[in-house]
């Protein structure tokens, strides 16, 4: 009787060697799990043409006034901001620079293109344009894909070329 035990519990013991004894590593063995790498998009350096770009970075700033996304050099002034304003839920696209008059600027992001008819704000220590914004027109959803460039083309021609930011959507959700 006790040869039929030994040999019931020496084939158990077989079996569960059988199952331990797997291709995978031992406890020792087990190599760390890989920590993922976090990308972001590009942001590129040039436009598609192989011109450059403004230098400069976007920086966005809310408050419970609105929101507002600027882009400029660091320690200068900006030269673009988009701007909302929460209690009149008006948005705004601001260029600096001087002009007499009304001033027609052709704006293109994201494949599409749009006019903008821009006003002096009469900042006279910083001379701007500025011009009301629909973040629903076409070429501002181009404003916001990550890795394009948006150009702006003033009357005389001169095209400020910027890239695209994500961001910029927090400035347009916050009029929503």
Known sequence: MQLRTFLSLSCA??????????DEPAAEEVAAAPTPQLTSTPTPTVADDGSPLTPGQWNVNESASGASASFGVAGEDAKLVISCDRESN?????????ADGLQSYVLEAGGTAARLDMMPDGDLNLPSLSAEIAPDAPVFGGFVQPGGVIEITSPQGATM??????????????CA
Do not use: W
């Open 161 to 174: 070329r910027v890239p695209t930011s994500t961001a910029i959507r927090r400035v347009f959700e916050a």
């Open 90 to 98: 008006t948005l705004a696209m601001v260029l600096a620079g001087e």
């Open 13 to 22: 013991a077989a079996m569960l060697a059988a199952c331990n004894s797997s």
